[in-house]
DNA sequence: TCAAAAGTGTTATGAGTACACCCATGA
DNA sequence: TCATGGGTGTACTCATAACACTTTTGA
């Protein structure tokens, strides 16, 4: 057979919720550049590269990012699953490691020309099999949502519930309800009330009163949906 | 600096439910074999072994797997994380794939001279970091326990509720209601009746209804804990 | 005083747990 | 007829959803 070389790369689908066409909608975006040269010229992908012989993956991606993003706006990482195919880009064979990063929202990082936020519900073409690494990463976004504090890494430090209801809304890709949201949340410990209220709106209103994330890293709240170990 | 060549391999926690000391309380035990060769000579290791050019990972995991044991008697096969400090291995760097494989109860696989089943809850010394690999791939057991029918692939075709019972309660590591566990596999459409009924046992006893798994591959029954799409 | 937005209260639902009680069988 | 499990019924708890109602503000 062909003697191929083999390279270990990363790739990271970043993450932020903001306000496209209706500031009062925001949508889920995700951060991609687009390919100058061939293959695939014209093409959208996400920011990666290849794994030096020094660092491990999750030093790699920040490494990575930080030529697409201020690093330092990744409130979240985490790993996902490795594509391996031996065919799934053309030449040397590269084995990809996946991650799903999350910039809060309104934080405006600057980024390179060739690099721009776009709404994952209307992705540009894509390079390879960078879609479904989206694709992906959104399913992880939505299921932790559920069971873990992670939209610590989404939102603002401190946000009324109105905001939050929209970023969430947003990232999950349907509805939810405030009043719920607020409780379920605040039951769990995850959220808490900063005792400050924001001023209200233009169109005037009861202002609202701020609510920040009581850690700014991940945790599990929600272990056991079923089967729970006995109380006693 | 010094130059390393870099290999990917691959590494499988299987896991089975097996009788040791008692036969009514079997326990989870994983499939080790003791290094005969340094570095590390005398400790136990996890099937595995290097990436081909020419194979994904789930491939290479089935071919390394088929050294240790019975490869058809792999019930599920699913990817953990990687495990990818520069230096978790002395010489050329190793980039390991883990993976989770499970292997229903009472079936017997021919091993080697160098393996045996190890109960999880006394495991020998490891090798390396394979003791940490053990430690995830059992808390992924745990927790696909709770909301995927991957019992599937620990029981048996056909089961009473109570043998059911004891195999849950052996991968959890905790004690499940008899009644309940039913209840909530049987809504969910988990598990269904066979029909048939088991002979009683050697004290007498209503002979139980038989039982079986719905599918034979993984799905995911309890997706939403919480923040359900509202129903209209 | 009215509209708008935030926040509270209330009810309904459904999943899961705990446990008492009834059933079927072999000795 | 009794011991030994298996199986059923039922009450309780609790998290969440749905939504009406009240409060607080600016114009």
């Not at 009062?24 to 100058?36: N, Y």
């Not at 999750?58 to 979240?76: F, G, I, N, Y």
């Not at 976004?141 to 947003?170: M, Q």
Request: charged share 20%; proline share 8%.
């Amino acid at each position: 057979m062909i003697h191929r070389s083999t390279v270990h790369e990363v790739l990271i689908a970043v993450f932020q919720v903001r306000a496209f066409s209706d500031p009062d909608s925001p949508e889920l975006a995700v951060l991609l550049w687009q390919r100058a040269l061939d293959p695939e010229a014209g093409t959208w992908s996400l920011p990666g590269g290849t794994l030096r012989d020094d660092e491990n993956l999750a030093t790699s991606a920040r490494r990575q990012l930080a030529e697409k993003v201020d690093v330092r706006s990744v409130a979240h990482l985490e790993q996902l699953s490795i594509f391996s195919e031996p065919d799934r880009v053309p030449g040397d064979r590269r084995i990809a490691s996946t991650f799903l990063g999350l910039v809060p929202i309104s934080t405006e990082p600057t980024l390179p020309g060739d690099t721009t936020w776009h709404p994952v519900s209307a992705l540009p073409p894509m390079s390879f099999d960078h879609g479904t690494v989206v694709a992906h990463a959104r399913h992880r976004l939505v299921a932790k949502l559920s069971y873990t504090n992670i939209g610590f890494a989404l939102a603002p430090v401190e946000f009324s519930i109105s905001s939050l209801r929209e970023i969430y809304g947003a990232a999950l890709g349907y509805q939810v309800d405030a009043t719920n949201l607020q409780r379920v949340l605040s039951r769990r410990g995850v959220i808490e009330p900063t005792g400050r209220r924001a001023p209200s709106g233009k169109a005037g209103g009861r202002p609202p009163a701020l609510f920040r994330f009581a850690d700014n890293s991940i945790r599990v709240t929600d272990e056991f949906a079923a089967l729970r170990p006995p109380q006693a």
